[in-house]
């Protein structure tokens, strides 16, 4: 009989444990020797602090794994193999995870994967739907393991902890002094009642994850300096386009265009995908995962989408100043010009 391979994708999850078992039993099942894969699946390179701390969490997490999939597997044929992919790149959307999964099933011969349900490698969006699509797109079987799942009564409410109200009443009072008068002692007054108000009552549902107290005030600071340089690129794109307009032939060029984007689902790629639209000649049509639809007017519209500064700009405010030093969309083969709507 030949060797069955198994490959598991793993992380932190509260039916890991389960996921395990169903394997180790489903190969102990073939009654035949067999090897095991379990991998993680790091979103950052070895080259930032983030990703060393993200691959010294995966390295616990698969020795933890690999122990309670020995204790399965004694007096078994079947042998535990680990590895942590993802090492030397960023990581970003499913595509990318797909790649390096199915880059490691060719290398070992694996034609099966098993996901655990809450399987989630890296940030708050989940992606195991659009990861097992790609991953079957390239011929690999994926199946998720029957695990029992707790309910989740919790999901959209979360702890009224000291760091979201503190983070919310300052992002509250920050705003309602943008509206009203900082200098005015009435305003100053009523914006921090109406803030402690805003924060005790909602600081539950507003965060989806909480604050972190060195990171989220960086992010600040950066976001702060972003938004200097996104009235910068919005000034210049009027420029071109006023001359564009006033130009007798009127030289304008419309494209769709399809941009795959290095940036994470969520807040990211709606500060990348609102970014692109609030600068004139261009304008998002669709996010989907890391891709963009973007409609350009003329070309010096379409050559500063595929350089990538406004990606660059975004990773920079998330990710931190290494995160920016990518290849553009273009040199990284991530762009394309469609001859009209997507089909």
């Not at 390239?138 to 979360?158: F, I, K, M, Q, S």
């Not at 975004?314 to 030093?325: E, I, N, S």
Request: glycine share 6%.
């Amino acid at each position: 009989m030949a060797a069955e391979r198994l490959l598991v994708p793993v992380s932190e999850s509260v039916t890991l444990r389960q996921t395990i078992a169903h394997a180790t039993r489903t190969l102990r099942e073939d009654d035949g020797a067999g090897t095991l894969h379990l991998v993680t699946a790091v979103p950052y390179d070895a080259g930032v602090p983030e990703g060393r701390r993200a691959i010294s969490a995966s390295e616990t997490l698969l020795d933890r794994a690999a122990s309670w999939a020995r204790e399965d597997l004694a007096d078994s044929n079947v042998s535990v193999a680990t590895a942590v992919l993802g090492r030397d790149e960023y990581l970003f959307g499913p595509r990318d995870y797909a790649r390096v999964l199915e880059e490691y099933a060719d290398e070992h011969d694996i034609e099966r994967l098993m996901f655990d349900p809450e399987y989630q490698p890296g940030g708050t969006v989940p992606i195991l739907q659009p990861l097992e699509r790609e991953l079957e797109a390239e011929g690999l079987a994926c199946e998720e393991a029957p695990v029992d799942r707790p309910a989740r009564h919790e999901r959209l409410v979360g702890k009224a902890t000291f760091d979201r109200v503190f983070a919310l009443f300052w992002i509250s009072y920050g705003f309602y002094l943008v509206l009203g008068d900082p200098t005015y002692w009435f305003d100053l007054v009523t914006g921090a009642a109406v803030a402690g108000i805003v924060s005790l009552t909602l600081a539950q549902i507003t965060f989806s994850t909480p604050p972190r107290r060195i990171q989220s005030p960086i992010r600040v600071v950066r976001f702060s300096l972003y938004v200097p340089y996104l009235i910068y690129e919005i000034v210049k794109a009027n420029l071109l386009i006023s001359v564009v307009i006033l130009r007798p032939s009127m030289p304008i060029d419309p494209k769709l265009t399809r941009v795959r984007a290095r940036v994470r689902s969520g807040l990211p790629m709606l500060a990348l995908a609102n970014s692109i639209t609030l600068t004139p000649g261009t304008l998002t049509v669709r996010a989907n995962d890391q891709r963009l639809i973007v409609h350009t007017l003329i070309p010096d519209a379409r050559e500063d989408l595929f350089g990538g500064r406004l990606e660059r700009a975004v990773r920079f405010v998330f990710y931190g100043r290494d995160a920016a030093r990518i290849p553009t969309p273009e040199e990284r083969g991530d762009t394309d010009v469609l001859g009209g709507d997507e089909r």
